[in-house]
Structure formats: structure tokens, C-alpha cells
């Protein structure tokens, strides 16, 4: 099993930048797919964005194209997700999750292990 932690959230205004990281240990696995993930309140998780251990199959959300870019960073053995031109819509718990069989997916329920989220809050 693999744990994952993510970190970086915050509150700010719309415009700003933020970093998120997602910290993976246990029993990491170099085929795993990884994926960062959003739910807003009263809302569905959705898919933000995706890339795999070897830093290819990169996946993005329409909503964020452009604006968002995910890169893994093996020395930490995380997966980042930086977030530009960031806009109140963006508000929501992001989540990191694992795909252990390596899967570009956006789909929620292919996905094994979850972390706890890191809240994004981005003020008008």
C-alpha cells in the first residue's frame, strides 16, 4: 500500500499562485499513475490533472489547461501540482490519489489510495 499526504493549500485572491505537493511512501511502485483531484462543496470530485511516475500520460482538465501544470519530483518522491491565474471556481479540497495499475485516467473510481486533502480557498 502506498500513502500519500498532500500539502500547500491556502487562502488566496484570485490571480495568485499556489504549489502543491503530494508526498508518497510505503510501497511505491514506478508504474503507478498518479492523479490530483477536486470537490467543492456541494459537488462531485473531479479530475484536475494526471501524469505517471515517468513523467509521461500528463492529463489535464479542460477547466484548468493552461493555467495548471503537474510534474513529479522523484528526489522527494512527490507529485506537485502548480496552480497559476488561479480563479474562485478553483476553490475546493484537492486530493492526490494513486492508480497502481498505471492507468492514464480521469475517472475517480479507478483510483486505489487516496490522501486526507489540502484545502484551496481563492478569494474574489
Known amino acids: 500500500q502506498v500513502q500519500l499526504v498532500e500539502s500547500g493549500g491556502g487562502l488566496v485572491q484570485a490571480g495568485a499562485s499556489l504549489r502543491l505537493s503530494c508526498a508518497a511512501s510505503g510501497r511505491t511502485v514506478s508504474h503507478y499513475y498518479m492523479g490530483w483531484f477536486r470537490q467543492a462543496p456541494g459537488k462531485e470530485r473531479e479530475f484536475v490533472a494526471g501524469i505517471s511516475w515517468s513523467g509521461g500520460g500528463i492529463l489535464y482538465a479542460d477547466s484548468v489547461k493552461g493555467r495548471f501544470t503537474i510534474a513529479r519530483d522523484n528526489a522527494k518522491n512527490a507529485v506537485d501540482l502548480q496552480m497559476n491565474s488561479l480563479k474562485p471556481e478553483d476553490t475546493a479540497l484537492y486530493y492526490c490519489?494513486?492508480?497502481?495499475?498505471?492507468?492514464?485516467?480521469?475517472?475517480?473510481?479507478?483510483?486505489?489510495?487516496w490522501g486526507q486533502g489540502t484545502q484551496v480557498t481563492v478569494s474574489s
Open positions: 490519489a494513486a492508480d497502481y495499475h498505471g492507468r492514464a485516467t480521469m475517472r475517480t473510481d479507478l483510483y486505489d489510495a
